[in-house]
């Protein structure tokens, strides 16, 4: 047995320095030197040069001037009291899904809320899943274009926009699969909104 | 399910079979140490690491002599692991000033990353520094999938060869995993990944001022790196507590069809491996076929199940056409979900892309039924191969009863002996999953960390056990596993799927690979036929499955019936 002990102490050694010091900083070299923009983030820059998120990244939209990210499970620490969390929507410091199983009484309930609410603001037929349903990292970017079209007449309206044009930019802004084959049609929200503040 | 659906899935599963064969016959080569394309470059690294730590690489090992070797150093990386986690505060690359550690999850990560689990009771980007990520977490991702490369080349010799009595040098298998196979095939992905907008910095977080004004910080990180040892090697411990659901740790389709191709790579290309070295490279083929069957059968369950919805939801207003969409992301769609999660689970990898907890019953029946299984699908990187050789073992004993002749598998005869250790190894995981499971299941301070009630949260105590058991590393995640009850007994029960398997397996090797080779006769039966594919299958499902069918009755399968009459809980 003490025959094994020098090469598994120097093998320990020499690949903590290969794999754990040298692979990840060789890599990070490479990336800050070819693909600084995905290295760093993908992050989105205004001309001011402040920083408006990652285009990776979903974020939280509170006001009704934009269009609406599924809903989210993440949370975060309590201002009042670090020690619980509350719920903190697309905080991009802690990922997670909800959890919730199939049978949960917890996630009828929240999609009743949901659904009853969509109803409020005026969809008829069928709630678009994503709509009231949170992702498994709760940064989800993207929405379905069923659930993005859904929500152009209520964006019209609030901004004073021809209902037609606001169509027009969510179906130019749909993102479909890669060759037509791998992946979902999708519409990124942030994307979706940037192009929307533009919009005359 | 859609016609698009299932060409997605077939993509992957053409992309995976066709580097099977070269990068198995490369590994074949490089673990027969003939001479590779990358020797030039890393035969000096090679033969300065053995000189550096003393190794001969000519003298042998013996079953014994390999297994010791391997346990003093799984040994020696629990404790710099546990001492890393423990001293994290003190030590450098912690820009968010975690603290060090406390004792308990220690002790579960570093067991977990030891033994290639990757169970993560933790949040990783709330609770790992940097340091920790890269140096410690990380380097595990190479040296368990490593070790258990190297195991499964020792067994893979016991049939190669005949009346000898070694099976080769755990040190420079070790060695030549890691410089020849995993370290290069990480880097090819991880630039991939970096290309697709994984992000690779030493940067925390970037604060950002959201369209609506309000801030939002966004954790950063050294994550292609480790994305791609994590999925390569079958580990699944994720950068982020989403894991590979994450938009940063799989940004977009095309990264999650490099991350699902990743996990099977290796495994499957083994299997060529194993056929190579044993001189019958449709063996391998014929293994391969069994697996994939089971495999592609999971997937398709789980597609089904999830494409058709909650109709709790459904009964809500909710529009079911998309499926299930609670803990999914958009980007992967329904197909590309369930192959992972089917994937996952069918090797020992753990990684997730969508939230387990959240599938629908029937949907997370099956990657907890393929763990159950023993994770031979075709396995984590080694370990899938050598579960598959005891199943393989147990098939042609089966076989040999039925006729009443002396079973063998590649001309060697399976006796008693080896019957007898493969069953110590199988029932390991129902001795582990099913004794936790039970005691927790009436232990009031372990009831308390369940999220869901029901059969639900049974299965999430099942799950738990059963990940940690069979060194997966995914979860039905809404358990609160950062308990020292959980901390502590999953640390165990890993242990007890990682070591107490491969200790009866690699008995096994060292008592096959004295046995001579018998001449393959007019009674011999085939292994690389339909028949004992079909027969591989139902040893597979009926050893491997039926115990845990009780256990899954009361989970998963009752909760499937509860659902279609609407009851909650």
């Known amino acids: ?200 | 399910m859609t016609f698009n659906g299932w060409l997605q899935i077939g993509l992957v599963v053409g992309l995976v079979l066709i580097t099977a064969r070269p990068l198995g016959l490369y590994m074949a080569a490089v673990f027969e140490g003939r001479r590779t394309l990358l020797t030039p470059v890393l035969g000096p690294v090679e033969h300065g690491f053995y000189w550096l730590s003393g190794v001969k690489p000519d003298k042998e090992q013996g079953w014994l002599g390999y297994t010791l070797a391997m346990l003093v150093f799984s040994a020696l990386g629990f404790v710099s692991l546990y001492a890393i986690l423990r001293t994290q505060a003190y030590l450098p690359l912690n820009p968010q000033g975690f603290d060090n550690v406390p004792p308990d999850l220690a002790f579960n990560t570093a067991i977990s990353f030891l033994t290639n689990t990757n169970w993560q009771a933790y949040s990783g980007e709330t609770t790992m520094s940097h340091f920790t990520q890269m140096a410690g977490l990380a380097v595990h991702n190479f040296l368990s999938a490593a070790t258990g490369i190297a195991l499964a080349i020792a067994v893979t010799r016991a049939f190669a060869r005949a009346s000898a009595s070694t099976l080769g040098n755990f040190w420079v298998d070790l060695t030549r995993t890691t410089l020849y196979v995993l370290i290069p095939l990480s880097i090819v992905v991880a630039i991939l990944l970096i290309v697709s907008g994984v992000p690779q910095t030493l940067l925390a977080s970037v604060d950002a001022t959201t369209l609506d004004g309000a801030k939002q910080t966004i954790a950063l990180g050294p994550m292609a790196g480790q994305e791609a040892i994590k999925q390569l090697g079958t580990n699944g411990g994720g950068f982020f507590n989403a894991n590979s659901a994450h938009p940063f740790e799989n940004p977009n389709a095309l990264s999650n069809v490099l991350q699902i191709w990743s996990m099977l790579a290796i495994s499957a290309a083994l299997l060529v491996t194993f056929g190579k070295m044993v001189g019958s490279v449709r063996q391998g083929w014929a293994l391969l076929a069994s697996v994939g069957v089971i495999l592609i059968a999971g997937i398709a369950v789980v597609y089904w199940q999830e494409s058709a919805g909650n109709p709790i939801l459904t009964s809500l207003g909710v529009d079911p056409s998309v499926g299930n969409m609670e803990g999914k992301e958009i980007r992967f769609g329904q197909a590309l979900s369930a192959m992972f999660a089917a994937v996952t689970t069918g090797l020992s990898c753990g990684a997730v892309n969508t939230m387990h907890d959240s599938l629908t019953p029937l949907g997370g029946l099956v990657p907890l039924f393929l763990i159950q299984l023993g994770e031979v699908l075709p396995g984590g990187v080694g370990s899938g191969l050598y579960g598959l050789i005891v199943f393989a073992i147990l098939a042609v004993f089966i076989a040999g009863l039925m006729v009443g002749r002396t079973p063998e598998f590649l001309g060697k005869k399976i006796e008693a002996r080896e019957i007898k250790l493969a069953m110590l190894a199988v029932l390991i995981l129902p001795l582990a999953i099913l004794g936790f499971t039970s005691v927790a299941a009436v232990l009031p301070s372990a009831l308390t960390s369940l999220a869901n009630n029901g059969p639900h949260g049974l299965s999430e105590i099942l799950y738990a056990y059963s990940s940690a058991t069979g060194n997966n590393g995914s979860a039905f995640a809404g358990l609160s596993a950062n308990t020292p009850w959980w901390n502590t007994t999953l640390g165990i029960a890993m242990v007890m799927g990682r070591f107490g398997y491969v200790v009866p397996v690699m008995a096994i090797a060292g008592s096959i690979v004295t046995k001579k080779r018998a001449a393959a006769s007019a009674g011999t039966f085939p292994t690389d036929r339909a028949l004992f594919v079909g027969l591989l299958i139902g040893v597979i499902l009926i050893v491997g499955g039926l115990q845990f069918f009780p256990a899954l009755a009361l989970g998963p399968i009752v909760e499937h019936f509860l659902m279609l009459s609407a009851k909650t809980f």
Do not use: C
């Not at chain 1, 179906?171 to 084959?181: S, T, Y």
């Open chain 1, 1 to 200: 047995m003490l025959q094994h002990f020098r090469p598994a102490l120097v093998m320990l050694v020499i690949f903590t320095v290969l794999t754990g010091i040298l692979y990840p900083f060789a890599l990070n070299g490479f990336a800050a030197t070819f693909l600084p923009a995905q290295a760093n983030g993908s992050l989105i820059v205004d001309n001011k040069g402040v920083i408006i998120g990652s285009s990776l990244i979903g974020q939280a939209v509170s006001s009704d001037r934009y269009f609406q990210p599924r809903p989210s499970a993440t949370s975060g620490p309590d201002p009042k009291d670090a020690s619980k969390t509350v719920a903190a929507p697309y905080n991009a410091v802690n990922s997670s899904g909800s959890n919730l199983g199939p049978t949960s009484q917890a996630l009828a309930d929240r999609v009743k809320a949901a659904v009853e609410a969509e109803r409020a603001a005026g969809w008829q037929g069928p709630i678009p899943a994503d709509a009231v349903t949170t992702s498994a990292s709760g940064l989800d970017p993207n929405i379905s274009p069923q659930y993005a079209l859904a929500q152009v007449a209520g964006v019209a309206k609030v901004r004073g926009l021809d209902e037609g044009k606001v169509k027009a930019l969510v179906e130019a802004k749909i993102e479909d699969r890669f060759l037509g084959i791998v992946g979902e049609p999708r519409v990124n929200v942030l994307a979706l909104n940037l192009a929307l503040d533009t919009l005359k």
